[in-house]
């Protein structure tokens, strides 16, 4: 049985402004999320379950908050999303750029992780126990730190790709090509913390990566790229159509990929298939991906034939992060 899992992260609509010398953080805004009753009443509607990592300023936003409230109501998780410069205590870092948690000094990042941790017990009533990293950025000490402060499940890789060259303060983002391998679509233990990575797999004539070895290796050429070759086989396998490596993630491929890798994924037997994207794409004009209202309903669209694909292929379940992770009894730690 195949479960589907929608991980939403949820933050304001101008994060990424950079701030204004000599304060900690820009003016933020939340039109998106308080406009999630749009969101909710879709999910209700099409009988799926959300899961809501959140940020600490949108945890402090009553009118954010309460909307958040009416999800958890209905069977909806909280859990915990850090961008750490918009997270107290604020220091001379967060008004240069968007640092990377592993960044900070071991004090500074665990105060931010446990404030936002704080807030999100404060709004909602209960401490999280899943959690995603602002800009991927997750490392051992960071997984550390989150058992400390009791969460068990991190959502923080997305297989196959690299985020090195997306610059901090001083440091890139975290590597996750080596992850592309036939394990992707299970919960897997990533030292104290059960890892739930965003689903990636690739489609075409070859086979799946839930195939084994080839496939996985011939991902892994895709998302190399490294060299002319490599990068010549790159293009030769998805233009081809041999093989193209696909992020389940809503306008981020077109529907007929993402409904493809999805039923995919659920037909080779993954015991979690988990679709991300920001709340701030769900709304016109607070995002880069969705800056028009035609934007914001292909986003619909596409979750809507996601999760009726795979209702249709049978055997997929919508659940919460966190009981998906509970109902599935991953392997053993390895």
Same mark, same amino acid.
């Given at each position: !049985? ?34 999630? /009753? ?19 300023? #949108? ?34 870092? @967060?008004?240069?750029?968007? &640092? ?11 105060? +931010? ?32 730190? *989150? ?11 997305? &297989? ?19 992850? *592309? +391998?036939?394990?992707?679509? +299970? ?57 193209? !490596? ?5 306008? #981020? %491929? ?10 995919? !994924?659920?037909?080779?037997?993954? @015991? ?5 994207? %920001? ?22 669209? @596409? ?8 209702? @249709?292929? /049978?055997?997929?379940? &919508? ?16």
């Amino acid at each position: !049985m195949t479960s589907l899992v929608i991980t939403i992260d949820t933050e304001p609509d101008n994060q990424w402004t950079m701030p204004v010398a000599g304060r900690p953080q820009p003016d933020l805004a939340f039109a998106n999320t308080r406009g999630l /009753g749009r969101l909710i009443d879709f999910f209700q509607k099409l009988d799926v379950k959300a899961t809501w990592l959140t940020s600490w300023s #949108v945890a402090r936003d009553a009118e954010s908050a309460r909307l958040l409230r009416r999800a958890a109501a209905s069977g909806d998780e909280i859990g915990g999303h850090l961008h750490a410069w918009e997270t107290p205590p604020f220091t001379p870092a @967060d008004a240069q750029a968007h &640092p990377y948690i592993y960044e900070y000094d071991a004090e500074t990042r665990m105060a +931010k992780l446990r404030n936002v941790t704080s807030a999100i017990a404060d709004a909602f009533g209960a401490a999280p126990v899943s959690y995603r990293a602002g800009r991927w950025g997750i490392d051992d000490r960071e997984r550390d730190n *989150l058992a400390e402060l009791g969460y068990t499940i991190d959502t923080s890789v997305v &297989p196959g790709h690299s985020f090195a060259t997306s610059r901090g303060l001083l440091r890139g983002g975290p590597d996750f090509r080596r992850h *592309l +391998k036939s394990e992707i679509d +299970k919960p897997y233990r990533s030292g104290p913390l059960w890892e739930v990575p965003v689903s990636v797999t690739t489609i075409g004539l070859l086979p799946s990566l839930g195939a084994g070895g080839l496939a996985a290796y011939l991902g892994r050429t895709l998302s190399y790229g490294n060299g002319l070759v490599s990068r010549a086989a790159a293009k030769g396998l998805r233009e081809t159509g041999l093989c193209r !490596m696909v992020w389940i993630r809503p306008l #981020v %491929h077109p529907r007929s990929d993402l409904v493809r890798a999805a039923v995919s !994924m659920a037909r080779g037997g993954a @015991d979690v298939i988990n679709i991300m994207f %920001h709340s701030s794409e769900a709304f016109a004009g607070a995002s880069p991906r969705s800056r028009t209202e035609e934007n914001v309903s292909r986003l619909y669209d @596409d979750l809507s034939g996601i999760v009726r694909a795979l209702r @249709d292929s /049978g055997g997929v379940t &919508p659940l919460t992060l966190r009981d998906a992770v509970v109902r599935h009894e991953p392997p053993p730690q390895r």
